[in-house]
DNA sequence: TCAACAAATGGGAACGTTCCCATTATAACA
DNA sequence: TGTTATAATGGGAACGTTCCCATTTGTTGA
């Protein structure tokens, strides 16, 4: 196998030096007769630039880390696609790192990000505790409605929110007894949500009933699990929120094995609005978020700040949720 | 911002020279003494590797990349997440590329994985060109069952056969006049599948019909199309097959929409068996591939290629598909 | 036509590793 | 204990860029 050529061969080949190709390829001020040399040059050898080199100069790779506990969840699919339209566009190379819910992957992959001296990170932080992504000294973005990692720009939605518009919905259908199927975070719970539930029953004077309340993992069986413990229950619930669509088809499910009408006995309500929520029978109710949007901005906001183009304190960006009133929601049964 | 610690601020704390650091970290053969002097000197001096100057000499990056369509196609997280697990475990960072159907796009990732030195490709190939991929000396691995590219390791599943399978179900069930969406591509057809049904047509005498197989862009709307105009026919076909579960779930809706009770009025199978295709009402019958199993043989074979493990010729891997009956498919109405 | 100045070009060091080869320390054996 | 074989270590070049600075070439205006 012949030896790739270097911008010395090119030089040698054009009659130039090297410092010139290398003007040429990253766009100095080259006059124009020399830079249509050094390009034939470039064409007759099969000249292809050499970014390790180039970044072993420069500290700039071009490459960026997208961190995500799992891209089998839909959601994940269309945040990924924003970024990578923004970060193509930008020129840069996005590695995919799946924590699956697992911190000591998590971590592993912040090396990776370090040793690599990757440009940025984008991460949906499962454990990784703010002093460690800080201590990576890369330029990172949180994409999540996080306040717990000041210090850290972060692009999310306003799910405390969106979760207050799905609360209201159910409630002025008539729903006065709401459960809750939580999806079970390895550290933390899903805090705004909870939280919002829980000031929405404080607001409405409805009585805090702990049975009510279900955590399980995030996937579809974990919904499944979660209704049916919901709907078992002495006095079930005439409603269920899910923490996100895929719980969500899970109790859609386990109701329908149950022999539970929806949205007939029971009503249920998403949240994401990923493409299936429109095709389950009946179609979900479910609180959108602009998952595409979430992907390009955190991508432009990271871009920003690796470029150094805002010197502005660290900022939360938060999407607003919209309500997507479908068939899986109806006023409770008499 | 101190400047980052090299290996030779490491020899110095350590007193010795940079070669026994560099051993010590890539595993050469040092005294256990020794090794212990230098990774205490690691520890205090906060050294991290820096795997760009290593690249500089070792010409490895120890990065692949993985050019698909659209990973918001939900066959490909799956067998991302194959892929990524196998290359986690060999050290490889992923670099995700969608080229969005379109050539243009895909060259401009080819040329990206040279200059930056990936060390492999994994690709679903769009308009590339068997010699254009050669060009860009990279070992390379086909995700899908083509025939198109002599000369590379492809991994992908059976499609012919499942079509046949999926056929077959819908014949003894006694279809006999059977719709097919295709997928479009941008430059050639779902050849294996149109093979398949034409051959399964002629096998059972079965009429060739053109009006019978339609073509619409991979993704619901397109199946949604698919679908009218096979039902709008003025002799509809009693069976739909479609090339994938999304066109299969337009085509769902588009039955619904018209008034056509599935199965009671016509059935119908999809392909890949995505997670929505389980909570479809009815749930779809249809062509199930190991995806995730795809993903993980692809960078298996990827890793041997790169590591020179194996000598043999370029070889297809083709995984077996399985027919699911679910609620999707039902004798024809008399 | 010749300064004076700007623009274009060239030369060489530097980036942080790895790897080859030479040298030194250790172990094994007679 | 001396000799030889082997293991461990050190020194320096090389990988292919970019960037700084010095030098050359070109342009402009009196």
């Not at 990253?26 to 390790?52: C, D, F, K, P, Q």
């Not at 420069?58 to 970024?83: S, Y």
């Given at each position: 196998?012949?030896?790739r050529?270097t911008?010395?061969d090119?030089?040698?080949?054009?009659?130039?030096?090297?410092?010139?190709?290398?003007?040429v390829?990253?766009?100095?001020?080259?006059?124009?007769?020399?830079?249509?040399?050094?390009?034939t040059?470039i064409?007759a050898?099969?000249?292809?630039h050499?970014?390790?080199?180039?970044?072993?100069?420069?500290?700039?790779t071009?490459?960026i880390?997208?961190?995500?506990?799992?891209?089998?969840?839909?959601?994940?699919?269309?945040?990924a696609?924003?970024?990578?339209?923004?970060?193509?566009?930008?020129?840069?190379?996005?590695?995919?790192?799946?924590?699956?819910?697992?911190?000591?992957?998590?971590k592993m992959?912040?090396?990776?990000?370090?040793r690599?001296?990757?440009?940025?990170?984008?991460?949906?932080?499962?454990?990784?505790?703010a002093?460690?992504?800080?201590?990576?000294?890369?330029?990172?973005?949180?994409i999540?409605?996080?306040t717990?990692y000041?210090?850290?720009?972060?692009v999310?939605?306003h799910?405390?929110?969106?979760?207050?518009?799905?609360?209201?919905h159910?409630?002025?259908?008539?729903?006065?007894?709401?459960?809750?199927?939580?999806?079970?975070?390895?550290?933390?719970?899903g805090a705004?949500?909870m939280?919002s539930?829980l000031?929405?029953?404080?607001?409405?004077?409805?009585?805090?009933?702990?049975?009510?309340?279900?955590?399980y993992?995030?996937?579809?069986?974990?919904?499944y699990?979660?209704a049916?413990?919901?709907?078992?229950?002495?006095?079930?619930?005439?409603?269920?929120?899910?923490?996100?669509?895929?719980?969500?088809?899970?109790?859609?499910?386990?109701?329908h094995?149950m022999g539970?009408a929806?949205?007939?006995?029971?009503?249920?309500?998403g949240?994401?609005?990923?493409?299936?929520?429109k095709i389950?029978v009946?179609p979900?109710?479910?609180?959108?978020?602009?998952?595409?949007?979430?992907?390009?901005?955190?991508?432009?906001?990271?871009?920003?700040?690796?470029?150094?183009?805002?010197?502005?304190?660290w900022?939360?960006?938060?999407?607003?949720?919209?309500?997507?009133?479908?068939?899986?929601?109806?006023?409770?049964?008499?």
């Amino acid at each position: 196998m012949p030896k790739r050529p270097t911008i010395i061969d090119v030089a040698e080949y054009a009659g130039v030096s090297k410092s010139t190709v290398s003007r040429v390829i990253s766009g100095g001020s080259v006059r124009e007769t020399t830079r249509r040399r050094v390009m034939t040059a470039i064409e007759a050898l099969g000249y292809e630039h050499n970014a390790i080199a180039s970044s072993m100069r420069t500290n700039r790779t071009n490459i960026i880390m997208l961190a995500i506990p799992d891209i089998t969840n839909p959601f994940w699919p269309d945040v990924a696609r924003g970024v990578q339209d923004v970060m193509d566009d930008a020129g840069y190379a996005v590695v995919f790192a799946n924590s699956d819910w697992r911190g000591s992957r998590e971590k592993m992959f912040l090396r990776m990000a370090q040793r690599n001296r990757f440009d940025g990170i984008l991460i949906n932080p499962i454990q990784v505790t703010a002093t460690e992504l800080d201590e990576t000294h890369l330029p990172t973005v949180l994409i999540g409605s996080r306040t717990d990692y000041p210090g850290f720009d972060s692009v999310g939605s306003h799910s405390y929110d969106g979760t207050q518009q799905a609360l209201k919905h159910l409630f002025s259908l008539g729903h006065r007894r709401i459960g809750l199927i939580q999806g079970k975070r390895v550290n933390r719970p899903g805090a705004s949500r909870m939280k919002s539930y829980l000031d929405f029953l404080d607001e409405h004077s409805l009585p805090r009933d702990d049975t009510l309340i279900v955590e399980y993992p995030f996937d579809q069986r974990g919904g499944y699990q979660g209704a049916i413990d919901l709907l078992t229950l002495p006095v079930p619930p005439t409603a269920i929120l899910a923490a996100n669509d895929i719980l969500a088809m899970g109790a859609l499910q386990a109701a329908h094995d149950m022999g539970f009408a929806v949205p007939g006995d029971v009503s249920i309500v998403g949240q994401d609005d990923i493409f299936a929520a429109k095709i389950t029978v009946p179609p979900l109710t479910t609180v959108a978020k602009p998952k595409y949007e979430i992907g390009t901005q955190a991508a432009t906001v990271l871009l920003a700040r690796i470029n150094g183009e805002t010197d502005r304190q660290w900022q939360q960006h938060l999407f607003p949720c919209r309500l997507k009133i479908r068939g899986s929601t109806a006023p409770p049964r008499e």
